[in-house]
């Protein structure tokens, strides 16, 4: 088996002597070189897959040249018993020739089967490039590579540079890129300096530099070449060096990218500037590798075009800021913008393919008022109120795109929801100042009886008093006067919440505090209030009346939530430019969802028959009608505090 | 000390009432339930009358203009505005123009009326 195997020894080392004598006794055929340039050179046993060197002639330097061989041989670094630490570390494997010749014949035999192990491997993955498997085949990443670096940097350069990760492919020193017209013309000549491995510089086009070194290019073909060429002297400059190999490929396109719009084709060159001829493999590489480059950049120019529109149209679409879908007869979302992903709430990545009626109104049907069919007429608008959990009031106007036999639609949508919502506070608000004049109205029209119901009873009760009556009789009556003075009550409070501003004067805010408290002591007995205030007597700008039908109605209020018994605190203090009436209660709180409310006319608490559920509206809008502030916070079971802000207005000179 | 004492009202349940409980207390009280009759009454009495009680929205003639009436023809007569729209700017003019007092409709207690007419 042994006697297949081809060897060269390397160097005037006793051990390579010593392997010699063994391979000369087994009859392996072997040539014996001076040193590593004879045996690269000679013509002796070309093609050796074993390289045994003495550690004279281990360098990298030797190295690197033995691997430059095709095919690239084993090396086996012949060493004594006692080697060099550092030839242990960097030898890639180590014959023993100290050792006795079965042992050095056996050693011989291992990396026979290493070699051929690893040939195997080669072979195996030869075939998988040739076999262009996508995932697996470098040279298809490599393009890969190339394209996505042409389209994110968009310059020659950047092809250049990407051209440079080759090199894990074919050995080069150095690389160029030429473009030319349509007519064969050179435009540029971008050249990857060796110096420094990054820096690409533009090379002079030199004077006899022309159509004619490129004439019998063939797209995609590699042509081999030197320097040395007398028909292509001009290369020398290019190359700067007389004697360089080159291997150069031809490649046109439809549009390169940016830098000159005029070229149609480049042509790319590797160099090598030592003596060291590309071979056939180098050739084959490169040729798997950039063959498909003439496909790779013109598919990179157009999807660049594409990009670029689908960006703009893309950015026109996002950028507007009115909801916007496309979709097809279905309803099914062709495209939406972020817009209309903002208003269904979702991620615009996930709209695709969903139903607009199902993301819009949670329908399982078109919206009834759906205008696509109107999509070819001209529209004003038609308004959607898609219901429940996501109530809203769309304006949709839908125009139609034909595309063949398919048609789609284009909706624009505007949220009107804040407009509907303004315009019903509006029209709300309007209805309650009618309804504001008509309460007034007819509380004045029901004055009128009820005075002579209220006067006469209780001018009866007290006459009935002197004379004998009886006594049910007199209980009647006075159920009669109880319900007249209760009915009395309401229309004033009615009144309270429809009159006019008061007057405002200055008025100290503590005598106010303790007169609507003096008003309201029937409801207080059992009470604990107590007044902070400030030393010096706080005085504003009020209306008297209103503020004690405020805190009178605040107080009888607390009043009521505490049932009658528990604390109240009244503190009167400055803050900013207001003053602050705190009016604090015991009592059992508001619930959050209910806190909102409480100023709205006709809610109430208590049970029916008790109230009105206009108190805290009359407060609101005495408070509003004196330019003031009112404000609510509250804590079930701990209290509810009302924080009343009065403008405190500071007299010019003071 | 017994007055002399004019109450107009065209609600007759409250001039009623009104009549009752000043008689009660020993007045003498004339009653128009129409702002005509009030002024046939003022223009035709030979005595001034004492006090007036004046509705002030009446069909036809309003309380206001008896009062300007009563004013013109009794200074001396203490006039008692009543009103069931207890408007500031109303209460100030009636004031304005001489009237007493202007009491609010339905009255707190009618049975304190008289302790007005002293």
Redesign the interface.
């Known amino acids: 088996m042994l006697s297949s195997l081809r060897v060269k020894l390397v160097g005037e080392d006793p051990e390579v002597a010593r392997v010699e004598q063994v391979l000369q006794k087994s009859n392996i055929p072997y040539f014996r070189a001076r040193d590593t340039e004879e045996a690269c050179e000679t013509h002796e046993m070309e093609g050796a897959d074993l390289f045994v060197l003495g550690a004279k002639e281990y360098s990298q330097t030797h190295l690197n040249q033995l691997q430059r061989l095709n095919p690239t041989p084993d090396v086996l670094l012949a060493v004594g018993k006692k080697m060099p630490n550092l030839a242990k570390v960097m030898a890639p494997e180590v014959l023993y020739s100290g050792w006795t010749e079965e042992e050095i014949l056996f050693q011989l035999e291992h990396a026979l089967g290493l070699h051929r192990r690893r040939k195997r491997l080669t072979a195996l993955r030869d075939h998988r490039n040739r076999s262009w498997n996508l995932e697996t085949n470098p040279a298809i990443n490599l393009v890969t590579n190339v394209m996505r670096r042409c389209t994110a940097a968009e310059q020659y350069p950047d092809i250049l540079s990407a051209m440079l990760t080759l090199r894990t492919v074919v050995d080069f020193h150095d690389c160029a890129l030429v473009t030319m017209d349509e007519d064969g013309e050179v435009l540029d000549i971008w050249r990857n300096s060796k110096e420094s491995r990054d820096h690409i510089e533009k090379v002079g086009i030199p004077g006899d530099f022309n159509r004619e070194a490129f004439k019998d290019f063939e797209d995609g073909k590699v042509n081999l070449f030197s320097s040395g060429d007398p028909a292509l002297s001009s290369w020398e400059k290019l190359t700067s060096n007389p004697w360089s190999f080159c291997m150069a490929m031809h490649f046109s396109v439809t549009r390169l990218p940016r830098r000159s719009r005029s070229a149609k084709s480049a042509v790319f060159i590797l160099f090598r500037r030592e003596l060291l001829p590309f071979v056939e493999r180098d050739q084959w590489l490169v040729e798997v590798t950039f063959g498909p480059l003439t496909l790779a950049l013109e598919k990179v120019a157009v999807l660049r075009a594409i990009g670029q529109a689908s960006k703009e149209w893309r950015s026109t679409f996002d950028g507007i800021s009115e909801p916007l879908t496309v979709i097809d007869r279905n309803y099914t979302i062709v495209k939406a913008n972020k817009a209309f992903a903002q208003l269904v709430e979702q991620d615009v990545k996930k709209l695709k393919g969903k139903r607009c009626y199902t993301l819009l109104a949670n329908r399982r049907q078109p919206c009834l008022s759906c205008p696509v069919g109107l999509s070819f007429q001209p529209q004003v608008g038609t308004r959607i109120q898609p219901q429940g959990k996501m109530k809203r009031d769309l304006l949709v106007w839908s125009y139609g795109i034909r595309t063949g036999l398919d048609s789609y639609h284009f909706q624009f949508y505007r949220n009107v929801s804040k407009e509907t919502a303004l315009a019903s506070t509006l029209i709300q608000s309007e209805k309650m100042a009618a309804l504001g004049k008509l309460v007034g109205a007819v509380a ?1 029209e029901i ?10 009873s ?2 009866v009760l ?2 009935a008093k002197d004379s004998t009556v009886d006594p049910s009789v007199l209980e009647d009556l006075e159920e009669i006067r109880l319900a ?1 003075w209760r009915s ?1 009550k309401i229309i004033d409070d009615l ?1 309270g919440f429809t ?2 501003a ?2 405002q004067e200055e008025a100290n805010l503590l005598d106010a505090v303790r007169s609507a408290l003096g008003f309201a002591k029937s409801a207080m007995r059992e009470i604990s209030v107590k007044i902070h205030s400030e030393k010096a007597v706080p005085k504003a700008i009020v209306s008297v009346n209103s503020l004690q039908q405020v805190l009178f109605n605040l107080f009888t209020n607390a009043a009521q939530a505490m049932n009658g018994k528990g604390a109240l605190e009244v503190s009167i203090l400055k803050d900013g430019d207001c003053f602050r009436i705190d009016v604090r209660d015991s009592g059992p709180g508001i619930k959050p969802e209910r806190l909102t409310h409480i100023f709205d006319p006709f809610h109430t608490s208590k049970q029916e028959g008790s109230g009105t559920g206009l108190g805290l509206s009359i407060v609101r809008s005495l408070i509003h009608k004196m330019g003031a502030r009112i404000e609510v916070s509250s804590q079930v079971g701990q209290g509810t505090e009302f924080r009343i802000f009065l403008p405190r207005q500071v007299k010019v000179g003071e | 000390m017994k007055k002399r004492i004019l109450v107009v009202d065209d609600e007759k349940i409250i001039s009623a009432a009104l009549h009752r409980v000043l008689s009660r207390a020993g007045h003498e009280v004339f009653v128009a339930n129409h702002g005509v009759d009030a002024a046939q009454l003022i223009e035709s009495t030979l005595k001034p009358f004492d006090f007036c009680f004046l509705d002030l929205l009446m069909p036809e003639i309003s309380g206001a203009t008896i009062l300007d009436l009563v004013k013109k023809k009794m200074p001396a007569t203490t006039v008692f505005m009543m009103t069931a729209y207890g408007d500031v700017a109303v209460r100030e003019d009636l004031l304005g123009r001489g009237a007493h007092r202007v009491l609010a409709k339905p009255f707190d207690d009618i049975t304190k009326i008289p302790e007005l007419v002293v």
């Open positions: 004045h004055n009128n009886p009820l005075a002579g119901i209220l006067a006469t209780q001018l007290s006459e007249a009395k009144l009159s006019e008061k007057e």
